[in-house]
């Protein structure tokens, strides 16, 4: 039995895929709503911290799916409920060095932990999710199977100590930022340069069929393409950026690590606040494609 705190766009997903592989999870969200819908896949509702852990069996796996800003906040909620022997896993975009202090503090308790990069977006509720764990190798045994349901085959792993997890999703997250600046600005110059008619929809759809640069972001940039047209006319070209990129230029610089291309990125994820071009229009909408993270309209 597992227990999933946050019922969002990816914790809801990774809910369901549990439960429609035959395990118990029970589920806790501040709004009912979702709790409510998923209770009609099989899920176990609770409605209230104290309920949610009077349902759980032992050993108690508490997966909580939050936004990393809030992580704390609700950590000192559920605290009283937590006890010794407990394993505590954040699967949401923490800053790495948050995870290690919080290992540290629970540890104290007798309160294992695991922190668990999460990727794949949207599409990993049907195709499985890709997952980089760090913590306590004995919690990683309990909770191992949970995660191998979660995922798609072979996309997962256990990676070492506590923090390990959310550092390797953060450079991660910033890889993708360098290969979206990439893909960005190669067909922005395929738009603005001799060849005015080249159909860009159609030539993702061909880069992205057995081309050396296929893969998930080149089949959301076709995607991107066919809903928004080879124009982008309704998006401004703002790209937002939630953290990770940022974390991790800062990393490579404590640790003077070389980081060029996913730096530069992430600069220009600065600049689209003020100057709007093709490519960053293009990268706003490929990555509402993927994680339906939305963009600012024109």
């Not at 202090?101 to 999460?118: A, F, P």
């Not at 499985?128 to 191998?148: H, L, S, T």
Request: hydrophobic share 40%; proline share 2%.
């Amino acid at each position: 039995m597992i227990g999933i705190i946050g019922l969002g766009k990816m914790g809801y997903n990774m809910a369901f895929r549990l439960v429609k592989s035959g395990e118990k999870v029970v589920v806790y969200n501040r709004s009912p709503e979702k709790v409510d819908t998923i209770a009609k896949e099989g899920a176990i509702p609770s409605y209230t911290y104290k309920e949610f852990f009077q349902k759980l069996e032992e050993p108690r796996i508490i997966w909580m799916m939050l936004p990393h800003k809030i992580v704390d906040d609700i950590l000192m909620e559920i605290k009283p409920f937590i006890k010794k022997g407990d394993i505590f896993v954040d699967g949401g975009n923490s800053n790495y060095k948050e995870s290690m202090r919080r290992h540290n503090e629970l540890s104290k308790d007798g309160i294992m932990t695991l922190d668990v990069g999460v990727s794949g977006g949207l599409v990993a509720a049907k195709r499985g999710y890709c997952m980089m764990v760090g913590g306590d190798k004995k919690a990683y045994d309990e909770a191992e199977r949970f995660i191998k349901k979660m995922c798609i085959e072979n996309g997962f792993g256990y990676f070492g100590e506590a923090g390990t997890g959310h550092f390797v999703k953060m450079v991660h997250n910033a890889i993708e930022y360098g290969m979206m600046q990439s893909i960005g600005e190669g067909f922005d110059l395929i738009k603005n340069g001799p060849f005015k008619d080249v159909d860009l929809k159609r030539l993702s759809g061909v880069w992205n069929n057995g081309s050396i640069i296929q893969g998930l972001l080149m089949e959301m940039t076709f995607n991107s393409f066919k809903h928004h047209g080879n124009d982008l006319k309704d998006t401004s070209g703002v790209v937002a950026e939630s953290g990770e990129g940022r974390w991790a230029v800062q990393a490579a610089i404590e640790h003077k690590v070389p980081f060029t291309a996913n730096s530069y990125a992430l600069w220009e994820r600065f600049r689209t606040k003020s100057e709007f071009t093709f490519g960053n229009k293009l990268l706003a909408v490929i990555r509402d494609e993927f994680g339906g993270h939305g963009f600012k309209k024109k």
